[in-house]
């Protein structure tokens, strides 16, 4: 492999895969994984960079995921609903091969949902977002994750940091997207600060006697707080409802039970609902996305930002300059790719 | 008319309904309206209550709403898409005419929506959502409303308070609902605090400015904000995109150009999503709905509230014993009937 400090993306993608395919994940789980991983490392989102190849590489380890899973897709035909079962492998290749059904549900009926279930996730969900946007469609996309939030005016974990992401697709360039937690921060935020010795921000986070907490560590032992107070919690509860129960798979508290710990990615379901704006707008006057851009437009005019645009201005640098990574990040994927889980230990 | 400060909901349904039949509306816009001013009043949702009437007809009067209009339901059969088209009457009858081939579409294909155009709307998302749970379904309610809220980071009005509704049956009694505005406050709370004299809390709203006021009168003048900082500005983003746009029909900005006000109803379109928990999780273990009480009363057994039980418990409380009102809010519904408008003038 080159040694260079700038790979292109297509050669990020070609090492990462290399790590997962000699330590145990079939060529369709690997490409699908390293896809999401190169694409956080190519939006400088680190966060879900190549540091989730530890993460990937733990969970097999634990039994947690089944590392050469076969996705198989039901068209569930007559309904609006498209499902695939991961057969416990990761999400990544069981959304890659619903996407086109969805797309295709979507623009037929106008409305459509892919369901995932029997997942291991642990991917952002822009991704996931954009691979809908970019087939004309706007996306809402929610899973759970595991119990660390507690709902407003509890006192203990229940609730996941449970990610709501939307995507609307824009004809000339990156689509408006915006991908959250439902708690106020990451649960990797709360950890930082621990390193780093630094008080929380007020709001963040209870104590396990459920008391307010600007300890990270008394955080870490307690729970986090939703966003936007008793709005947040709803929210939060809301994808527990949608995208855990009424989907048949697992809510927060149950991954956690599994699991036994957040270090490991969760095992899941997710759910993709997907909008044609064409269908919906039938009939009526002006273009849907001549009208979004108006509305952009009057977003930026007025000095606020558009989400997601530090995410496309690395992305936009890496397509054309290659993905910066140090010395050391480069030696670590050799160590990765040479041993493994050993090259941490 | 019988006086009595405790009038059932019949007698009140009765008596508002005869005030607008009185005053220009036709009995099918005359009772659906009322069904929600009387909802309104009997969950102790005095913001939704009778006194909305006033706004009704002052809309009525002012030629933003026809209060004659025949909704048209088209069933856009082989789609996951109902439409009503409001006709430009309210919102309620034309939410009337469609909940049942909605609720029917969603058990047929799992998930389907209904979209209303041409319509002005004032009640609270909350009644829409309990009419489709009641069908068993669960519910996702969404509108724009004026341009009073900046985007985060911005300075000027460009979004609505633009409401968020969810709901999931419940098996035994009242559904769970959730139903708030995507900004920090109503603008209603606005105007109560400049009444009190009362300075806003931080974070609220900004001056004409743009900067940050705890003055209600410069909020007024200003901007609220949205919850939840960039996360809730994202909502109420994707709220103008899929309730507004998608739907074609009027955006926050587009409703306060043509109203001129915000003092009257906002005519605009409204998005509701419907899903079926049967169909979701056909052939997944366990029972939606009994995984879902667990998790209720895993919040509830925390400490937590769920949302909308103080609604519930002045529903409860109304049903058994009539609806409480004061004499002078009855005179004042006697003078409505007698005079209309010019009651309050």
Redesign the interface.
């Known amino acids: 492999m080159m040694e260079t400090s700038t790979p292109t993306i297509a050669a990020l993608q070609e090492r990462v895969e290399a790590i997962f395919l000699r330590h145990g994940l079939s060529a369709l789980q690997a490409g699908a994984v390293a896809r999401v991983i190169v694409a956080g490392e190519r939006d400088a989102c680190k966060s879900h960079g190549i540091y989730r190849i530890e993460g990937t590489l733990r969970t097999v380890k634990a039994g947690k995921v089944n590392p050469k899973a076969v996705p198989m897709l039901d068209l569930?035909e007559?309904?609006?609903?498209v499902k695939v079962n991961a057969n416990g492998g990761f999400a990544n290749p069981a959304f890659e091969l619903g996407v086109p059904a969805l797309a295709e549900r979507a623009r037929?009926?106008?409305?459509?949902?892919l369901?995932i279930?029997d997942c291991t996730h642990f991917s952002a969900l822009w991704s996931e977002v954009e691979a809908v946007t970019k087939e004309g469609l706007?996306a809402?996309v929610m899973c759970p994750s595991y119990a660390t939030v507690?709902?407003?005016?509890?006192?203990?974990p229940?609730l996941g940091t449970n990610p709501f992401a939307?995507g609307?697709p824009r004809p000339d360039g990156v689509p408006?997207v915006?991908d959250?937690a439902?708690s106020v921060a990451a649960r990797g935020e709360l950890e930082l600060y621990r390193r780093a010795g630094k008080l929380l921000p007020q709001g963040w986070a209870i104590d396990a006697d459920g008391e307010p907490t600007n300890d990270p560590q008394a955080a870490l032992a307690g729970a986090m707080l939703p966003?936007?107070?008793?709005?947040?919690?709803?929210i939060g509860?809301?994808i527990?409802?949608?995208a855990g129960?009424?989907?048949?798979?697992l809510?927060s508290?149950e991954v956690l039970d599994y699991l036994g710990t957040t270090t490991l990615a969760p095992m899941h379901g997710e759910l993709v609902?997907a909008?044609s704006?064409e269908?919906?707008?039938?009939?009526?006057?002006?273009d849907?996305f001549a009208?979004?851009e108006m509305?952009f437009e009057?977003?930026i005019g007025?000095?606020?930002?558009l989400?997601s645009q530090r995410r496309f201005a690395a992305r936009a640098k890496a397509e054309a300059d290659g993905i910066s990574l140090t010395a050391a990040e480069l030696e670590h994927l050799d160590r990765l790719f040479e041993k493994g889980l050993e090259a941490i230990a």
Chains 1, 2 share one sequence.
Do not use: C
């Open positions: 569930n007559g309904s609006a609903i037929k009926l106008g409305l459509a949902a369901v279930n706007a809402l507690a709902p407003t005016g509890g006192i203990k229940l939307f609307w408006y915006f959250f439902t966003f936007g107070g008793h709005k947040g919690s709803a509860t809301m527990e409802l949608l129960i009424m989907i048949g798979d809510t508290p609902i909008f704006p269908a919906f707008s039938a009939g009526r006057a002006g849907p009208r979004a509305l009057s977003i007025q000095g606020a930002r989400p």
